[in-house]
T-cell receptor, first 109, second 120 residues
Framework: AQRVTQPEKLLSVFKGAPVELKCNYSYSGSPELFWYVQYSRQRLQLLLRHISRESIKGFTADLNKGETSFHLKKPFAQEEDSAMYYCALSPWGFQKLVFGTGTRLLVSP | GAVVSQHPSRVICKSGTSVKIECRSLDFQATTMFWYRQFPKQSLMLMATSNEGSKATYEQGVEKDKFLINHASLTLSTLTVTSAHPEDSSFYIC????????????????FGPGTRLTVL
């Protein structure tokens, strides 16, 4: 079975501080991993995916297969980054997404 | 582009009645749509995968007779909660995959704004 774990329910940092949102997964095959973000009163939207190896809004995430992790990082947090962040896994060959429980990021001025 | 709408955004119904929720892809065709359920302060749980023109695939533990899914066209999927009870009260979210996307973009899902169902 597939499982995504986000150990922190809430992460509170000050503006300009580095941010790391943790995500660990459990899956025997080769998954596709995503980070989705939900800003206040908005719908869920894709932030980034491990396949693309891109940086979006200053965020990056590297898939570490040895540690089965896909942590989301940003060197300098901004107030507008405050949102709910969900890590999600798509099992190879399937279209569905398995979501973690989410981490609320709160960036204070 | 890639906008998904849901209707209604909020519905309150009496116990025992049935409620239909619509999910539409507004500017793209979706061969596959997904229905999720989200309890307060909890994650999204996939209920079922809806494929156009065929029966939906339900996740383990989801009652298919309780949650009827119809995907009659490439832009519309409906979820009907039959004989609703207070424990069915939840936030229901749909997502859709753009049939044109290939390669790295193949698996991206576009989410609707959600429908809050309250059963009295």
């Amino acid at each position: 079975a597939q499982r995504v774990t986000q150990p922190e329910k809430l992460l509170s940092v000050f503006k300009g501080a580095p941010v790391e949102l943790k995500c660990n997964y459990s899956y025997s095959g080769s998954p596709e991993l995503f980070w989705y973000v939900q800003y206040s009163r908005q719908r869920l939207q894709l932030l980034l995916r491990h396949i693309s190896r891109e940086s979006i809004k200053g965020f990056t995430a590297d898939l570490n297969k040895g540690e089965t992790s896909f942590h989301l990082k940003k060197p300098f947090a901004q107030e507008e980054d405050s949102a709910m962040y969900y890590c999600a896994l798509s099992p190879w060959g399937f279209q569905k997404l398995v979501f973690g429980t989410g981490t609320r990021l709160l960036v204070s001025p | 582009g890639a906008v998904v709408s849901q209707h209604p955004s909020r519905v309150i119904c009496k116990s025992g009645t049935s409620v239909k929720i619509e999910c539409r892809s507004l500017d793209f065709q979706a061969t596959t749509m997904f229905w999720y359920r989200q309890f307060p302060k909890q994650s999204l749980m996939l209920m079922a995968t809806s494929n156009e023109g065929s029966k939906a695939t339900y996740e383990q533990g989801v009652e298919k007779d309780k949650f009827l899914i119809n995907h009659a066209s490439l832009t519309l999927s409906t979820l009907t909660v039959t004989s609703a009870h207070p424990e069915d009260s939840s936030f229901y979210i749909c997502s859709a995959r753009d049939r044109r996307r290939r390669g790295d973009l193949y698996n991206e899902q576009f989410f609707g704004p959600g429908t809050r169902l309250t059963v009295l």
